[in-house]
Each structure stands twice: as C-alpha cells, then as structure tokens.
C-alpha cells in the first residue's frame, strides 16, 4: 500500500497517560470481547467502573512517528472519500477524531482498556486505539500488512458514518425491545454494514492522490476479515460455535461485505439490514 501523505489533523495522541482503571467481572467480559475488533462500544463501555485519572495532556496536531503517521494517513484518506459520499447524498460530514492511547483510556462512553481493542464512541465521535493492537493483530491472528491496519480504521470510521446516518441510533432504540438474541442479530447487521464502509473506502481511495493499492494489499484486508470472524474466534477460544451469541458475523460474512463494498464502490448496495445475504 502506498502511503496517503497527507495528515488529517485531527489525531488526539494521549499515549502515555493514563485513561482509568477497569475492574470486577465486567473487566474480565471486557477481556473476552478484545477477541473482536471493530466494537462500536455504544452502551458496553458506559457501563464500566470508571478509576482514577492520571492527569497528563494530550497532544494534538499532526504525529512524528512513522506508526501514528500511518493512521494519521489513512483517517484523512477516509475523510476524502465520505466527504464526497456525503456531498453526494446532499448531507456534510463531520471529520472524526482519532484518539491514540496506550494500556487504557477514558471517553465519552465511559473508560476502556486496550484489551477491548479499537472502537468507536458516539458519544464524542471519536476513533480510539492503542497501535499495539496491530501486533496483536499479525502475531494472534495471523493478520499482517499495512492494508490490514488501514481495514481497522475504516471499519471504524464505518461506525462513524453510522452515527452520522443515525442508523446506530436506531439499532441502540431497539436494544431494550429485544430478546439479547435478536438483538445480536442486529448488531451483526451494523458490524457487516461497517465492514462494507471500509471496502467502499477502499474502493474509492485509489483515486486519490498519492494512495494506491499494491499486490497484494485486498488479501490482506480479507485474512483480517477471515480471522476475526465470530464463528472462528469462538471456536478458538471455546471449541464450539454459538450461532445465536454472534455480535459481528462469520468469517464468511465479513469477508463478503468488504469485498462487495470494495467491488461495487456503491453505499446503496451496503444495506445489510434489508437483505436476504446474511
């Protein structure tokens, strides 16, 4: 993959300070659900024990490491491509931020370790990640390369767009009206739709400036998708397959959804809620 140059700047780098303590049984369930990348922690991470606070100050502006640059890169490629889906679609879209941390950190939503691995806030759209995930990422899951990790942070953005588009707020109204079974289903509908996002993001970032795909790079957007598929992760970690406890698809379905949204470049074809293909 060939480096976006541009930054966005809009990264918030809280590295080294110290974001809250989690504890009890939900830290450990916490733990668990770090197994699944891509949480949009809507109404999960609110209900976690908020610790004290280290006071520090975050930095702002554009990154100097090579890691942070990357991301930094790949969120205002992200940034291009929906500023053109939403002008097409008559709307404005709000550029998030992305909130670089280490070990733990504290959002809108509440406080969260990194063994939650990324997620989205709707709270105060912002993107958060601790970069050792993406080692996490290769020597856990088998999921290297920088087209990997750029895939983490467009499925992100994905759930950004999502809340723009009220479509979460819709999927949270309906939380309390269903069985926790239904409702997973739902839940697997938004994470696929994100999915889609970020293979629509891929597909029209090849036209910007200084971005372009190298031989290579689908693939491994498509391993990562494959590896962190539901049925697959919980074989791993519990031998069996609970079909009616998956929150963010099979392997099988993800690795669709970002294809078709990377095949097609088309956000009408994203509507996973409205479809017999799941």
Not at 57 to 82: C, I, R, Y
Not at 118 to 136: A, T
Not at 204 to 232: P, R, V
Not at 236 to 262: C, I, L, N
Request: charge should be negative; charged fraction near 20%; proline fraction near 2%.
């Amino acid at each position: 993959m060939q480096w976006f140059g541009k930054g966005s700047g809009n990264i918030e780098d809280r590295r080294g300070m110290s974001g809250g303590v989690i504890g009890g049984g939900i830290g450990i369930i916490v733990v668990i659900l770090g197994l699944f990348f891509g949480q949009d922690l809507t109404g999960l991470v609110s209900q976690l024990p908020i610790g004290e606070m280290t006071q520090g100050t975050a930095k702002t502006g554009e990154p100097t490491d090579k890691e942070a640059k990357f991301v930094d890169g790949v969120l205002e490629s992200t940034n291009q491509v929906w500023e053109k889906q939403f002008q097409e679609m008559g709307k404005s879209y709000e550029k998030p931020v992305l909130v670089l941390f280490t070990n733990s950190v504290q959002s809108a939503c509440g406080s969260a370790s990194a063994a939650v691995g990324p997620f989205y806030c709707p709270g105060d759209h912002k993107v958060y990640i601790d970069l050792s995930f993406y080692q996490e990422l290769q020597n856990r899951f088998g999921a290297g390369g920088d087209f990997a990790q750029a895939y983490v942070i467009a499925h992100e953005v994905g759930h950004h767009v999502q809340n723009l588009l009220g479509i979460s707020e819709k999927v949270q109204r309906a939380r309390g009206q269903l069985s926790e079974k239904e409702y997973n289903r739902l839940s697997v509908k938004l994470e696929l739709q994100a999915d889609f996002f970020a293979g629509l993001w891929a597909n029209h970032a090849q036209s910007l400036k200084d971005f372009k795909l190298d031989e290579g790079d689908l693939e491994e957007a498509i391993t990562a998708a494959n590896a962190i598929g539901d049925d697959k992760l919980q074989k791993q970690a519990q031998g069996e397959v609970v079909p009616d406890a998956f929150t963010h698809g099979t392997s099988a379905q993800r690795m669709y959804w970002f294809k078709k949204g990377f095949d097609t470049g088309d956000i009408r074809q994203g509507d996973t809620f409205n479809t017999t293909q799941l």
